[in-house]
């Protein structure tokens, strides 16, 4: 995978996810919800975000949970549009954010704002929704 989010401030906030045993998941990936407290590293925009993961996850050791934070500042790279300060955003795809509206909020892919302008395809900081 590519464009991990890199931690600033670090997140409070910690949620015990499930994710596919066989699967590697490196640190700073951007999950989302693929089920029941079930979660998948992003692979395309408005998906349910899960938090982003704090450890990476090496598949085919028998375990099955990761620890996704979801709060602190997070620098994560946007899609091929700029975004603004204050802006809020949404998962736009693998590993990757966008300029949420309102649907994005009704799925549950907002993931937070921006603290800071932001070019395309950029790295930025986010600060994370906490919840």
């Given at each position: 995978?590519?464009?991990?989010?890199?931690?600033?401030?670090?997140?409070?906030?910690?949620?015990?996810?499930?994710?596919?045993?066989?699967?590697?998941?490196?640190?700073?990936?951007?999950?989302?919800?693929?089920?029941?407290?079930?979660?998948?590293?992003?692979s395309?925009?408005?998906?349910?975000?899960?938090?982003?993961?704090?450890?990476?996850?090496?598949?085919?050791?028998?375990?099955?949970?990761?620890?996704?934070?979801?709060?602190g500042?997070?620098?994560?790279?946007?899609?091929?549009?700029?975004?603004?300060?204050?802006?809020?955003?949404?998962?736009?795809?693998?590993?990757?954010?966008?300029?949420?509206?309102?649907?994005?909020?009704?799925?549950?892919?907002?993931?937070?704002?921006l603290?800071?302008?932001?070019?395309?395809?950029?790295?930025?900081?986010?600060?994370?929704?906490?919840?």
């Open positions: 995978m590519a464009n991990e989010a890199v931690c600033i401030e670090a997140p409070r906030i910690i949620k015990n996810r499930i994710v596919a045993e066989a699967t590697n998941i490196p640190k700073g990936t951007i999950l989302y919800f693929s089920g029941d407290n079930t979660a998948s590293a992003t395309a925009a408005d998906q349910s975000f899960a938090g982003i993961t704090i450890e990476e996850f090496k598949g085919g050791e028998g375990l099955t949970n990761v620890s996704a934070a979801m709060d500042v997070w620098d994560i790279v946007a899609t091929a549009a700029a975004n603004v300060l204050g802006e809020a955003v949404a998962i736009g795809g693998a590993n990757l954010i966008v300029s949420a509206d309102a649907a994005d909020i009704l799925n549950g892919a907002f993931i937070g704002y603290q800071e302008t932001q070019d395309a395809s950029e790295r930025c900081r986010v600060a994370l929704r906490g919840y």
